[in-house]
């Protein structure tokens, strides 16, 4: 087995191992940790900026970047393609500068909450011995971290739930999610941007399409951007919906 | 130029090389299970590799041309036959207006591909042609073929082979192939069981000594809930030393998936773009076709390699796919 490659510099050293042989694992720290994802994010944007050739993917998650890439394009120097690209993100992680993160994008998602929109919501309050409008106001009054989006295309993984609104999955998951519907599991929350099956306390939905595969960019929400969820009326639900299509 | 599809097979499906460049949205690459028979096929008819082809799976469909068609078929052996008669593999073949192309018997192999010249036409989806079947999307309306729709090809030379050409439209026959062809099926060796080298992982070193030997010496089965985002394996169930609380982290395509259950999971083209399971490891991208012509309860053996020889391979075999484009350029002038 290959030693990880580590460099140390002004910014945190960079691990670098194989995944496969047409990807690889950048390594920024471990486990869920603002600071750490900041480096993802930080990472990913230097090498979206720099446009490595033969890089295809760069998919940032909560500690690493993969790194997807075609390794003819880094074959005939020195080493295998690995080392050399290897070599080319320590040099470039090595001379990244502390202050070169663009400030992360704000989104607000519209949410109504409870009824036939968010049928969990009185199981979650009562799990969680507060009031329906309790409930609300913990969950709308925080700012979520994307850390990363993986799952299932444009599924958003948010970082920042008020401790005393995490509740657990439901016993048996439901076949079918509506798209746009707000759940909690555990200390996770997040949106649904197709229907799937999934077992998370549904507390509320938004009429705003967080997928859209025919446009130009598919996906509402990025990795790195900040949320906050705005609560809204059935009203304005359905007029939001109408405007949409 | 057109040809509709008269009966359905198991899983017919539009296939590129994969959609590129939005992993980090959730959306997986996708493409062709097979992409060495994929990029064949797209190769004997003068098409570009990333032309968008048919995956037909183990019970292909039927289907009618409209008109006289250039088509390759390569991958899997499936029987095909138009008019009772066989239709070979590895190999351009001239079919005539009206025919129907069958398929019948699967005899090795699990995918074969069908590229027609001028490529399957339909919209591409970011940036790719292939069908994301999950969310519903790309491909042909973003679903597997079924019975009546109507393929069209794009436009296509019409000049290529121009003396199979002639010898065709002056015989009696319903279709015309050469009688030379690719000899790459031993890349996709049918030889059971398979033997498909991986590069061991960041948590190989965390299994028991016992899981990494049963590991390295059983045969493993494929399990029949194994579809194209993943090889289900059955065989000796592996554990690691103690349980690894992991978070979410990007995943490739080939990946060697340990969860809790301690069944492997060999990732494939539909797979997830991140996973939290313990990763022992990524199967070299060589023998990523051979893996998707694995049937369920076929056998399959695991041996290590080194990254290094893995991409050299994976070079060599550029390499020779730069080669056969010009030696078919020049047979297609002929």
Redesign the interface.
């Known amino acids: ?2 030693t990880p490659s580590t460099v140390s510099s002004r910014n945190p050293p960079l691990q670098v ?7 690889l ?1 950048a390594i920024l720290g471990q ?2 940790d603002p600071g750490v994802n900041d480096r993802v994010h930080k990472l ?1 944007a230097l090498l979206r900026k720099v446009n490595l050739p033969g890089v ?11 790194v ?1 890439y075609d ?2 394009a880094w ?1 005939g120097g020195e ?5 050399a690209l290897t070599r080319e993100l320590l040099r470039l992680w090595k001379g990244a500068g502390k202050a070169s993160t663009p400030p992360p994008r704000q989104v607000e998602i519209p949410v109504c909450f409870g009824g036939a929109f968010g049928p969990d919501l009185a199981e979650v309050a009562s799990l969680c011995a507060l009031s329906e409008e309790e409930v609300i106001a913990r969950h709308t009054a925080a700012t979520y971290r994307i850390y ?8 958003a ?1 948010l970082g920042g739930l008020d401790a005393t609104i995490a509740a657990p999955r439901r016993a048996t998951p439901r076949t079918r999610v509506p798209a746009g519907s707000v759940g909690i599991a555990g200390m996770q929350t997040g949106i649904y941007p ?1 229907a799937t099956p999934g077992g998370w306390q549904i507390i509320g939905q938004t009429p705003m399409r967080l ?1 859209l ?2 446009r130009e960019h ?2 509402l929400l ?2 790195g951007d900040r949320l906050r969820f705005v609560p809204v009326d059935a009203e304005a639900f359905r007029a939001y919906a109408e405007k949409g299509r | 130029m057109s040809f509709r599809i008269e009966s359905f097979g198991l899983l017919t499906t539009v296939q590129d090389l994969g959609r ?8 997986g ?1 996708g493409g062709a299970m097979d992409e060495v028979s994929h990029r064949l096929a797209n190769l004997l008819v003068g098409n570009p590799a990333e032309a968008a082809t048919l995956e037909l799976t183990l019970s292909g469909p039927t289907l009618q041309f409209k008109t006289e068609t250039l088509i390759a078929l390569c991958g899997a052996d499936l029987s095909p036959t138009i008019a009772g008669q066989p239709v070979p593999l590895w190999r351009p073949v001239l079919v005539g207006t009206g025919t129907q192309l069958r398929f019948g018997r699967p005899v090795e192999g699990v995918r074969c591909y069908l590229a027609v010249e001028g490529g399957v036409q339909v919209p591409g ?2 940036g790719s042609t292939s069908t ?1 079947l ?2 519903g ?2 491909g042909f309306q973003g679903r597997p073929l079924k019975v009546g729709d109507r393929v069209e090809p794009g436009p296509g030379s019409g000049e290529r082979y121009p003396s199979l050409r002639r010898r065709f439209r002056q015989g009696q026959s319903l279709f015309l192939a050469p009688d030379w062809f690719v000899p790459w099926s031993r890349d996709l060796d049918f030889i059971r069981p398979s033997v498909l080298r991986f ?4 948590q ?2 965390l299994l028991t000594s016992a899981s990494r030997q049963s590991l390295l010496e059983s045969a493993f089965q494929v399990a029949p809930n194994s579809d194209r985002m993943g090889l289900r394996m059955q065989g000796p169930k592996l554990s690691l030393e103690r349980p690894l609380e992991m ?9 060697l998936q340990l969860p809790p259950d301690g069944s492997l999971i060999l990732l494939m083209a539909d797979r ?4 939290g399971y313990p990763r022992l ?5 060589v023998d990523l076709p051979r893996a998707a012509q694995l049937r369920p309860g076929e056998t399959l053996r695991l041996a290590p390699m080194a ?2 020889e ?3 391979l ?2 060599d075999r ?1 390499v020779r796919f730069r080669e056969l484009e010009g030696v078919l350029t020049e047979l297609q002038s002929r």
């Open positions: 087995m290959p191992e194989a995944l496969g042989d047409r990807a694992l486990g869920i990913a295809l993917d760069l998919v940032p998650a909560y500690a690493t970047l993969a997807h390794p003819v074959s080493g295998s393609p690995h080392e990363m989006i993986g799952f299932s295309p444009g599924f993984y197709v997928f595969p025919e598919p996906c990025g990795p | 590129r460049g939005y992993q980090h949205l959730g959306v690459p989806v970011m994301h999950s969310a999307f790309g590069l061991p992982g960041p190989w070193p978070v979410s982290s990007g995943v490739a395509t080939g990946t997830q773009t991140t996973g490891g990524e199967v070299a991208s990254l290094p893995a991409q050299a994976l070079l550029e």
